[in-house]
């Protein structure tokens, strides 16, 4: 029996993988109530698991991103909101749709541990369905909308929310993250939370507790900053992240509402015969000549002075190279003709001296000996002896 049961499972998944590109996911909802489906890691997981490894009993946990648009769209219809808070969370589409009409929506899952990818398709039909007359719009101030949208915290709250006012027959018709609202990011810190707004709706008017919202006495409380608890016997939430902020609370008859304006008389489409078609007198011709002068004459006649003061200064300047050039010249040869005359005289100043020339003058000197040899015995001795090297002494002289 076991291997039978066991067989069941296998062929299923198998199905499931066969006409896993092609699975596709019908719903039905009614327009203006809220919408939640919930993207399951695991439904995906199994896309991913090779089915030997599936078979096998091998479990994986892999994290997971999910990319959502409508087919063929870049994004998700207005009304429609995806929301995953990390990847081994699991994913959330919510909405409210407006109006009655059919999404068809792409789910791609990118497994980010191998990079593979998954899709599915998710096909929307919206029905329509007689709006709820009397709103109300909540605000709860120590949730997260992933905390909030799985169905038996909607339940929790819904229940709360019933007592409050006073009938089973309540419905939600929106989850709306503060964030979206203008609401700040929390400091990152335990105790600190985005908040959510949740809209109810019933067919039954408002209890006493909630018409207390509207009473000029409440409402200056709030204005007043106070920490308003809400009226006596009114608080009917269990679990305190669940409770309502009583100053944040807004009620909604939209039996009161304006009628809207009649919509435009849409006519047959083609225009009553009778009269020429008018066409509408031209404006009144432009005279263009100030603009010409400004946008053409003007910064002509600056390009030309512009051009004729660099060709002045272009002729003028190189006038002024030329004479400097010229008395450079006369310059160099004044001097010329004084260093010539300097040299004879120092020559002549040379020859009148009766001195002989000091011993460093003559060849083959050397410093430290003060000894001479005579150019005759140089060939002996190597000439770099008595230069540099203080140990060319001890060396063997032939
Ligand atoms: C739901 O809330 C969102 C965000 O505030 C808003 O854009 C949308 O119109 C609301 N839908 C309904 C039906 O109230």
Known sequence: MAGCGSWIIFLTVCAASLFGANAEI??????????????????????????????????????????????????????????QRH???????????MSPGKSIIEIYAINKRNYDTARHILVIKVTPEKMLPYQAEFFI????????????????????????????????????????????????????FEGVYVKVGSEKYFS????????????KQCTAGAKVKGPGGCNFCRIPSNCITWCKTELFD????????????MGSGILESGGDFNPPESPPSRDYFPDYIVTVIVPLIIAIILSLLLAYIMFGKREGVE??????????????????????????????????????TFPMFNSRTGESASPLQSDSIPLIMAQHDPYSDTLPRK
């Open 323 to 360: 004479t400097r050039n010229a008395r450079t010249n006369q310059i160099q040869l004044y001097h010329h003709h004084t260093i010539h005359g300097n040299t004879d005289e120092l020559r002549s100043m040379a020859g009148n001296r009766g001195v002989p020339p000091p011993l460093s």
């Open 87 to 97: 990847p081994f969370d699991n994913g959330f589409l919510y909405g409210t749709p």
């Open 26 to 83: 019908k719903l039905t909802i009614p327009v203006g109530r809220l919408f939640t489906y919930e993207l399951l890691r695991e439904t995906f997981q199994n896309d991913f698991e090779p089915l030997s490894k599936l078979y096998a009993g091998r479990l994986y946990d892999d994290p997971m991103i999910f990319k959502c648009n409508m087919q063929n769209f870049p994004d998700l219809p207005e009304w429609l909101r995806f929301t």
């Open 208 to 219: 006493d507790c909630l018409q207390r919202v509207l009473t000029p006495d409440h409402q």
């Open 254 to 265: 939209l039996t009161k509402l304006e009628p809207e304006p009649p919509a435009p008389t």
């Open 141 to 192: 101030k120590l949730r997260e909308i992933e905390k909030v949208l799985p169905s038996p915290v909607q339940d929790e709250i819904k229940q709360d929310l019933q007592k409050l006012w006073n009938t089973e027959a309540l419905e939600i018709v929106n989850i709306t993250n503060a964030l979206d609202r203008g609401g700040r990011v929390p400091l990152p810190i335990a105790g600190h």
